[in-house]
């Protein structure tokens, strides 16, 4: 017989073992998946998960896609650990791009060392901006921060698209929906000859040692877990939740922003439509996959790039459609957030009596 | 200048015809959130609805076993949001991200046979009185029946919450699971079964967009219809039958933007299609900032998991 108990607290052990588990059964169902529309099962999965990062320019690529989801999942998890939904990343990333790319377009054909900081600057104060409207509405007028937050990743689209189309597109560009190439000076360094990894990753890394240090270190961490756990209790020990909403969307905002940045002055190197290949919503899985733990951040986003790239190699190898890698992602938060229960309740086996 | 009055009717229609699987996905989007569950799934299951829809209309040739195994499927596909938020009582925010991500991943895997395959004609009712009367008959008639269907569906809708017992007790579990369940309603079980009917509406809007309204299947098709959906419940406040004005007003918006091109106009395209967006995050700041406003309209335990101890 099986009889479900519930735990007198969640257990530790199974907290960090859930991603583990979530990501086994993932690979299992997506097998089972890629064995009922016709395709070899571990085939598949090779060409998913191995063949693309098998070489050093496939590592390469991992680490360049593992890079903004690691940054925007860093944080949101600022967000999510003091009960704030912010789902609207994407926006703030757009944003961010926005506001960074028009600085970089004003210093366009020229050089210097001072160009670059200022481009990065810019591209975290557009992030810091647009999460700040859904703070404040969220603090002063109370209205929903999911649903403002997710609107206004449309507007952000809409605002880039009228951007490169119109007023920003490039005068040389035959009508193309893109801005002029930055100049050298507004590009983030390449790290390697010949591959596309860039120093943006740093950025993710400083991310993760900050985040780590305020989460554990400070007394705003402590803040911050204590109004995740319960919003009462964190009144009733006088915190001021509204001056800790607008920091966490503005921490996160940013983190956003600086996404948005590596991406144009990393691999793209101008504005165009398609900046992002939603790294704004599939870093709402990183974060939950990792735990909202800085460390286990990295690892999920390695984990979530990888079905990035596997998307694409399978899609080339096995004519497999990209939006594939999307079924692994759904996939994994599904998992994830089952597994969970174990978190709760503890399942008894009870042996019937001989 | 003379205006042709038919033409006049025919954009109207048009309109209406682009507010169809906003109507659909919003009233059943509606129904879950009146129960206090907050499903962000929707653009997941219109896609399922509509690569469903269009495959199952090819292999059988059928209209009706498409139709409804678009709904059914939407009914499957939401079912692992219930049962991961209710049974395993997971978060609703994150579980419906992760329906809509899987949704659209798993609709182009099953649709990679369909692509560029045409669609079937879909039968239209009352073609012959589209002529009789001026401007009225390009409007009301010469429709398939799920155009008819969404039109009446928020009436339907108001009605049943307010005036039938069920709809009542669909209201007491979104408001108030607690009492609701100490009176000795199973609210899991009612927030099952408003989560599934949202799945099938969700479903039948992604079907009447791949069978009737584009006859064909394209990848992410729905292209945030369903996101829109979702702004729409919360611009009407939830309440069904401005669920119908909201509807109107982003289909129109979606209309004028081909005409204004055609014609020349220079307000950028891009404003427009945001203005939808802006205006629901206007409209959900004046109601919320009311606490009274908010408290007689939104679901008082929208999003928030209900789980009674044994």
């Given at each position: 017989?099986?009889?479900?108990?519930?735990?007198?607290?969640?257990?530790?052990?199974?907290?960090?073992?859930?991603?583990?588990?979530?990501?086994?059964?993932?690979?299992?169902?997506?097998?089972?998946?890629?064995?009922?529309?016709?395709?070899?099962?571990?085939?598949?999965?090779?060409?998913?998960?191995?063949?693309?990062?098998?070489d050093?320019?496939g590592?390469?690529?991992?680490?360049?896609?593992a890079?903004?989801?690691?940054?925007?999942?860093i944080?949101?998890?600022?967000?999510?650990?003091?009960?704030?939904?912010?789902?609207?990343?994407?926006?703030?990333?757009?944003?961010?791009?926005?506001?960074?790319?028009?600085?970089?377009?004003?210093?366009?054909?020229?050089?210097?060392?001072?160009?670059?900081?200022?481009?990065?600057?810019?591209?975290?104060?557009?992030?810091?901006?647009?999460?700040?409207?859904?703070?404040?509405?969220?603090?002063?007028?109370?209205?929903?921060?999911?649903?403002?937050?997710?609107m206004?990743?449309?507007?952000?689209?809409?605002?880039?698209?009228?951007?490169?189309?119109?007023?920003?597109?490039?005068?040389?560009g035959?009508?193309?929906?893109?801005?002029?190439?930055?100049?050298?000076?507004a590009k983030?360094p390449?790290?390697?000859?010949?591959?596309?990894?860039?120093?943006?990753?740093?950025?993710?890394?400083?991310?993760?040692?900050v985040?780590?240090?305020?989460?554990?270190?400070?007394?705003?961490?402590?803040?911050?877990?204590?109004?995740?756990f319960?919003?009462?209790?964190?009144?009733?020990?006088?915190?001021?939740?509204?001056?800790?909403?607008?920091?966490?969307?503005?921490?996160?905002?940013?983190?956003?922003?600086?996404?948005?940045?590596?991406?144009?002055?990393?691999?793209?190197?101008?504005?165009?439509?398609?900046i992002?290949?939603?790294?704004?919503?599939?870093?709402?899985?990183?974060?939950?996959?990792?735990?909202?733990?800085?460390?286990?951040?990295?690892?999920?986003?390695?984990?979530?790039?990888?079905?990035?790239?596997?998307?694409?190699?399978?899609?080339?190898?096995?004519?497999?459609?990209?939006?594939?890698?999307?079924?692994?992602?759904?996939?994994?938060?599904?998992?994830?957030?089952?597994?969970?229960?174990?978190?709760?309740?503890?399942?008894?086996?009870?042996?019937?009596?001989? | 200048?003379?205006?042709?009055?038919?033409?006049?009717?025919?954009?109207?229609?048009?309109?209406?015809?682009?507010?169809?699987?906003?109507?659909?996905?919003?009233?059943?989007?509606?129904?879950?959130?009146?129960?206090?569950?907050?499903?962000?799934?929707?653009e997941?299951?219109?896609?399922?609805?509509a690569?469903?829809?269009?495959?199952?209309?090819?292999?059988?040739?059928?209209?009706i076993?498409?139709?409804?195994?678009?709904?059914?499927?939407?009914v499957?596909?939401?079912?692992?949001?219930?049962?991961l938020?209710?049974?395993?009582?997971?978060?609703?925010?994150?579980?419906?991200?992760?329906?809509?991500?899987?949704?659209?991943?798993?609709?182009?895997?099953?649709?990679?046979?369909?692509?560029?395959?045409?669609?079937?004609?879909?039968?239209?009712?009352?073609e012959?009185?589209?002529?009789?009367?001026?401007?009225?008959?390009?409007?009301?008639?010469?429709?398939s029946?799920?155009?008819?269907?969404?039109?009446?569906?928020p009436?339907?809708?108001?009605?049943?919450?307010?005036?039938?017992?069920?709809?009542?007790?669909?209201?007491?579990?979104?408001?108030?699971?607690?009492?609701?369940?100490?009176?000795?309603?199973?609210?899991?079980?009612?927030?099952?079964?408003?989560?599934l009917?949202?799945?099938?509406?969700?479903?039948?809007?992604?079907?009447?967009?791949?069978?009737?309204?584009?006859?064909?299947?394209?990848?992410n098709?729905?292209?945030?219809r369903?996101?829109?959906?979702?702004?729409?419940?919360?611009?009407?406040?939830?309440?069904?039958?401005?669920?119908?004005?909201?509807?109107?007003?982003?289909?129109?918006?979606?209309?004028?933007?081909?005409?204004?091109?055609?014609i020349?106009?220079?307000?950028?395209?891009?404003?427009?299609?945001?203005?939808?967006?802006?205006?629901?995050?206007?409209?959900?700041?004046?109601?919320?900032?009311?606490?009274?406003?908010?408290?007689?309209?939104?679901?008082?335990?929208?999003?928030?998991?209900?789980?009674?101890?044994?």
């Amino acid at each position: 017989m099986i009889k479900i108990v519930k735990r007198d607290q969640p257990s530790r052990a199974i907290f960090f073992f859930t991603p583990v588990l979530a990501i086994f059964l993932t690979l299992v169902a997506g097998g089972l998946i890629f064995f009922i529309l016709g395709f070899k099962p571990f085939e598949a999965l090779k060409f998913f998960f191995i063949v693309p990062i098998a070489d050093k320019y496939g590592f390469s690529e991992l680490l360049l896609k593992a890079t903004p989801l690691c940054l925007i999942a860093i944080g949101l998890s600022f967000c999510f650990k003091s009960n704030n939904w912010n789902i609207g990343a994407e926006g703030q990333l757009t944003f961010g791009a926005i506001v960074s790319g028009g600085v970089a377009l004003l210093f366009y054909e020229q050089e210097g060392f001072y160009i670059l900081p200022i481009v990065i600057l810019a591209g975290a104060i557009g992030g810091m901006l647009y999460a700040s409207i859904p703070a404040i509405l969220k603090t002063y007028f109370n209205t929903n921060e999911i649903l403002v937050s997710l609107m206004l990743v449309y507007v952000s689209k809409l605002i880039l698209d009228y951007l490169v189309v119109g007023p920003w597109s490039n005068p040389e560009g035959f009508n193309f929906p893109e801005t002029r190439q930055f100049s050298d000076s507004a590009k983030l360094p390449l790290l390697f000859e010949g591959l596309r990894i860039h120093a943006g990753i740093f950025l993710a890394l400083a991310a993760v040692i900050v985040s780590w240090f305020v989460f554990y270190k400070t007394y705003l961490g402590f803040q911050m877990k204590v109004s995740g756990f319960s919003l009462k209790t964190a009144k009733y020990a006088g915190y001021k939740g509204k001056k800790m909403i607008i920091l966490v969307f503005l921490i996160s905002g940013a983190c956003a922003g600086l996404a948005g940045v590596g991406e144009i002055t990393g691999p793209i190197g101008q504005l165009h439509r398609e900046i992002s290949p939603d790294y704004g919503f599939t870093a709402i899985i990183v974060a939950f996959l990792g735990r909202l733990h800085p460390v286990g951040i990295i690892f999920a986003s390695l984990v979530v790039a990888i079905t990035y790239l596997g998307a694409e190699t399978a899609q080339i190898f096995m004519q497999i459609p990209k939006y594939t890698g999307q079924v692994f992602q759904g996939m994994i938060l599904f998992f994830l957030l089952a597994s969970d229960y174990l978190l709760f309740f503890k399942i008894k086996f009870i042996g019937s009596k001989k | 200048m003379i205006i042709d009055i038919n033409f006049i009717g025919l954009i109207i229609a048009s309109i209406m015809a682009s507010a169809v699987p906003l109507i659909l996905a919003s009233c059943g989007e509606l129904i879950t959130e009146r129960s206090g569950v907050l499903n962000l799934g929707v653009e997941g299951m219109m896609i399922i609805g509509a690569i469903s829809g269009f495959a199952l209309m090819t292999v059988t040739g059928s209209l009706i076993i498409a139709i409804f195994g678009a709904m059914l499927a939407g009914v499957l596909i939401s079912t692992i949001f219930a049962f991961l938020t209710q049974t395993l009582i997971t978060n609703h925010v994150a579980t419906g991200l992760a329906l809509t991500i899987f949704g659209i991943g798993i609709s182009a895997m099953i649709g990679k046979n369909f692509v560029g395959i045409p669609g079937k004609e879909f039968p239209v009712l009352f073609e012959n009185l589209k002529d009789t009367i001026p401007l009225i008959g390009p409007i009301l008639f010469g429709h398939s029946i799920v155009f008819y269907f969404a039109f009446t569906l928020p009436f339907i809708t108001s009605y049943f919450l307010k005036k039938t017992k069920i709809g009542l007790i669909v209201r007491a579990v979104g408001d108030s699971p607690e009492s609701a369940s100490n009176q000795g309603i199973n609210v899991r079980l009612v927030r099952y079964l408003c989560i599934l009917y949202g799945g099938a509406m969700s479903g039948l809007a992604g079907a009447y967009l791949s069978m009737i309204y584009t006859p064909q299947w394209i990848e992410n098709m729905t292209g945030g219809r369903g996101w829109i959906a979702l702004a729409l419940v919360v611009f009407s406040t939830w309440n069904p039958i401005k669920i119908l004005i909201g509807a109107m007003i982003f289909g129109g918006l979606t209309i004028i933007q081909f005409h204004m091109q055609a014609i020349g106009v220079r307000i950028p395209v891009q404003f427009l299609t945001a203005l939808p967006y802006i205006v629901t995050i206007i409209v959900l700041v004046v109601i919320s900032r009311d606490s009274r406003k908010i408290r007689l309209s939104t679901p008082s335990s929208l999003g928030k998991s209900f789980h009674k101890d044994n």
